[in-house]
Nanobody, 124 residues
């Protein structure tokens, strides 16, 4: 199993930045890729970004491309999401997820483990 713990959420004004972190532990050697999703009140959980666990390829939703950056800190075994130029529409609970499979990265059912989520609120 893999345990995921997110941190770094909070309240920020529009145009500001936040950095989310996801600490991974357990059978991380079997992880194929990691992803970030978000869920706003009354909406479905949606894909934000993903990257291969061994580094290299990254993937982004069109709505965050150019503003968000996903990266991995090997020393700390974390996956980070740097969020810049935040908008009120980015307000949501953000979830980190891990996948053992090479399936479609933007689909929630491709992921095997999820963190508890961290709240991001962007005020106008």
């Amino acid at each position: 199993q893999v345990q995921l713990v997110e941190s770094g959420g909070g309240l920020v004004q529009a145009g500001g930045s936040l950095r989310l972190s996801c600490a991974a532990s357990g059978r991380t050697f079997s992880v194929y890729y990691m992803g970030w999703f978000r869920q706003a009140p009354g909406k479905e959980r949606e894909f934000v970004a993903a990257m291969n666990w061994n580094g290299g390829s990254t993937y982004y939703a069109d709505s965050v491309k150019g503003r968000f950056t996903i990266s991995r800190d090997n020393a700390k075994n974390t996956v980070n999401l740097q969020m810049n130029s935040l908008k009120p529409a980015d307000t949501a609970v953000y979830y980190c997820a891990a996948s053992y499979r090479g399936a479609q990265k933007s689909v929630t059912t491709s992921y095997d483990y999820w963190g508890q989520g961290t709240q991001v609120t962007v005020s106008s």
